[in-house]
Nanobody, 121 residues
Framework: VQLVESGGGLVQAGGSLRLSCAGS????????IGWFRQAPGKEREGVSC????????WVAASVKGRFTISMDNTKNTVYLQMNSLKPEDTAVYYC???????????????WGQGTQVTVSS
């Protein structure tokens, strides 16, 4: 199982970035992908997730209306479109291979290497 994130970078407040999480080595249909982030000195927090099975999505309240998760089934890739970025969005962003059932995301053991997002004020 391999997850590879890309798309991070340095952007000014109010700008946009699109992160990608490309998966391989597993059957995408059976899983969900979650995006998490970890800022310096803070715990890792869930940002968004999407279920491959029924396209159910969830977005954290702190990013609702600004971040959108989507997937390209043909490429086994999940995207996180981030608009109206704020300095507090600065963090390393990770994707995770998990499952989605009973109305919530359940993290699995496979993580990507992370991609740095820095938002300047």
């Amino acid at each position: 199982v391999q997850l590879v994130e890309s798309g991070g970078g340095l952007v000014q407040a109010g700008g946009s970035l699109r992160l990608s999480c490309a998966g391989s080595g597993f059957t995408f249909d059976d899983y969900a992908i979650g995006w998490f982030r970890q800022a310096p000195g803070k715990e890792r927090e869930g940002v968004s997730c999407i279920s491959r099975r029924d396209s159910t999505t969830w977005v954290a309240a702190s990013v609702k209306g600004r971040f959108t998760i989507s997937m390209d089934n043909t490429k086994n890739t999940v995207y996180l479109q981030m608009n109206s970025l704020k300095p507090e969005d600065t963090a390393v962003y990770y994707c995770n291979l998990g499952t989605y059932y009973r109305g919530r995301y359940h993290s699995g053991g496979a993580w990507g290497q992370g991609t740095q997002v820095t938002v300047s004020s």
